[in-house]
């Protein structure tokens, strides 16, 4: 059965002017699915809109929205209008990396807006929407920093943490209602945002980057089957390892170790 036949025509995608978000927005256009998309920066959303529309033939609408302010669920729900969404990803992510106290208060309590409440408030006002009409989706984009301690990446890492559990548990509550929560864990990829932060070399044995496309591509497969999933084959195996095999004392030291390199953090 095809998303459409599934969960319905229309998904909002938040923090879709690139990178994953893109990606899953070409994804669901692909499909056949119609279009909001929703981010801060006009210029690539609209181009991202038009050549989804030309390409697909599918209807894509923009909303300018900061969702780092305190009301942007609000905000988007008045330019919406009563328009139904049937799916929503919530791929928007804001990260700091370096020590805890050299970034602001006001800048960690940014990430904790982002990251943790505004898909909070979206879950609730989409969520029980799709409950009362028996069918959609979520997906959550959680992140592998959010499996143990990550220092470095301390708020970012706490705030992913959060995401994961919140898709599961409503995973479970929903699962029965006709609606499919998922979160998507993904370790590096190769986005704009990833690149533009200058990673640096750490190991011949660091699971490689992914691309957007394979992250995308591998969540929609399994949307539907379980309540969260890690991302890509060396991940998973670096997961296990890290998570299974290692105590959870060292394996907080490496995440640690391995951004302190990869960033040349001198702290």
Not at 62 to 83: M, N, S
Not at 89 to 109: C, D, K, M, Q, R
Request: net charge positive; charged share 20%; hydrophobic share 45%.
């Amino acid at each position: 059965m095809g998303l459409i036949q599934k969960y319905g025509k229309t998904a909002l995608v938040a923090g879709a002017s690139e990178g994953i978000g893109a990606a899953f927005a070409k994804s669901l256009a692909a499909e056949g699915m119609d279009l909001v998309l929703v981010a801060r920066r006009e210029e690539p959303l609209n181009k991202l809109a038009g050549e989804l529309e030309s390409r697909f033939s599918i209807k894509a609408t923009c909303i300018l929205c900061d969702l780092g302010t305190v009301d942007a669920p609000e905000q988007i729900t008045k330019a919406l209008d009563g328009r139904e969404i049937d799916m929503l990803v919530y791929n928007a992510a804001l990260s700091y990396i370096g020590p805890f106290v050299e970034n602001t208060v006001e800048g960690n309590a940014r990430i904790a807006q982002i990251n943790m409440i505004t898909p909070l408030k979206m879950l609730h006002i989409f969520g029980e929407k799709m409950i009362s009409r028996g069918r959609g989706a979520v997906v959550i984009l959680a992140s592998l920093a959010g499996f143990q301690g990550s220092g470095f990446l301390t708020v970012y890492a706490a705030t992913k943490a959060f995401d994961r559990i919140l898709a599961e548990s409503l995973w479970y509550e929903w699962k029965d209602k006709g609606v499919d929560v998922i979160a998507c864990c993904a370790g590096a990829t190769s986005t704009p945002g990833y690149n533009n932060s200058n990673p640096g070399k750490t190991s011949l044995f660091a699971p490689r980057v992914q691309a957007a496309e394979e992250v995308v591509e591998e969540c929609l497969k399994k949307l539907g089957s379980r309540p969260s999933f890690i991302s890509g084959k060396g991940n998973r195996i670096a997961t296990f390892f890290m998570q299974k095999i290692l105590p959870r004392k060292m394996a907080i030291t490496i995440m640690g170790d391995t951004t302190r390199k990869m960033y040349r953090i001198n702290f």
